[in-house]
């Protein structure tokens, strides 16, 4: 028996709607912004107009692909960073919680199913389908632009090579993201699961407290350095954005070359990201995310 | 395999300083409907949620000759419980939780319950917050009874319900459920509707085990005698556990044979578990009160 099959497919059930909506709105955009005849870029800075017949078609694709994959993935993201303090406690609030209780399923998994469904599956999910979403969305643009022929006619190998290896450095990253992020994530599922509504406001409002307090009177700014690291090292996990060479992407590159050089680059930057694990921080989050997740375990073995 | 299902000894649980449940012993043989009865705080939640090895507690507890605590998972694998009205999720259809069900109990059987169901007025495709909170009891005890397990442990399951839906309830638990192997294990407030269901009692009182007892021999222990109001005094005399009316006069419960010079005056009559569970259970101003309406 699959218990850890069924807590997923549980979420599945009770989500499914929102999550079907959600990774929908790439195509709803794309095809928003497919009624409009320019796109208005912003180069290096510089603001520059340029008509969509005027761009070579594979970056088009690409743009479309890229885009809507990654529309899809931060979308889903951000929708569920935002509900993961709410599931701690979204059983007690519906009582449910006992029926959840009276099976015979362990804690920690019953707990760890809907973050592993929230926080991972589901953003992959929804770059998947906004991936699959930009195909579509790749035709009409082309067909609209360049003429049908030219969607045939796109270096489809090369394509979909580099999309695999994009949504595979972000599967990656993800995982990377999330074990940066876990310690702040889980805390703040701790202070709600124990606090109710004020757990979030009471976490907050504690953290730039105890900021506050070591900065003015021990001088040390452990708080908030703390903070802008993990968060840096978060964002590092979906992409460090240097080349081998440690020389910065500019996004000013030929997208056809690019789509030859663009995996081996994304190689590169996973094993950039690999390397930032290596850091004594880890093992603070690590610890950080193990302490709340045993609060967790112990607040759901007090039922209601 | 003991008969034995569940064996409590010295039991003590504690919310702070607060004793929920003082020293309590008793056991649980296969077979058997048990009615654990009480007032509100008398402990009878906080003594299921032991059981389900949710709650730690003092003393030595085994059920099914496990550990609730420390093998909570193992245990719940064999039993059932369902711990209070309306608490399937509203999210979720029929159809649904079966699936649910099949995923996580390795004893459910979702033909079983699809055929449970079919008697009922529930469907397969019905979301549970477009139910009754009959129906959801009824699918609750439906998805239930169809896990083979050994016990079932019942917590206020028809509080709330109209008459129908509890009827409904206790006829599917008894003919769906109890097959003379298994055990069964309610609480409820509703002590008159149960009572024809029940083999054995286990009454509290205010954390304290005050009777555990088999109905035959509640039918062997306790005596009342109804009587007219002219020979009160000495049923009072006597100190009765309790003295209450009856259809055409008054009553008087005594535990075990009353004196003898009491049985010419009075005619016996079976006590009621109502009437014993007030007599054991009373707090001593609601004696008073009652002791004075009797007479």
Redesign the interface.
Known sequence: ???L???L??EW??HRTGWIVIALVPLAIGLFVLGMTQLHLNVDGNEATLTIEEAPPVALALAAIAGAGAAGFFVAWLVSLFQVPGLARR?QQ?????????????HAVSLAAPMLAHLLLFPLAAMGIGVASGLALSVLLLAKTAGLAAWFGLPWLSLLGLTLALMLRVGYGLLLTTLWLSPLILLAMAASAWLKRWGLPALVAGVIVVGKLLETFFGTPVVWVTGRMLLERAGRGLLTGEKPGGVAVNGNEDPTAMLAQAPGWLWDDALGATADLAHPLLLLALAVSAGCFALLVLRR???A | MSDLLIEAHELTMRYGPRTAVDHVSFQIPKGRVFGLLGHNGAGKTTLMKALVGLLPAQGQLRVLGLDPLRERVKLLEQVCWIPDVAVLPRWARVSELITMLGGLHPRFSAERARTLLARTDVSLRDKVSSLSKGMVVQTHLALMAAIDARLMILDEPTLGLDVISRKAFYEMLIDEWCDGERSVIVSTHQVEEIETLLSDVLMLNEGKLALAISLEDVDRRFVALSHDAAVAADMEAAHPLLRYRVQGGSAALFDGEPPQHLLPLGRRIRPSLVDLFVALTRRPEAHRTQFQDAR
């Open positions: 028996m699959n218990t099959k069924t807590l497919q549980r059930f009770q059983d519906d009582r449910s919680i006992e029926f959840w209780l009276s099976m015979p399923v362990g073995r007090q039922g």
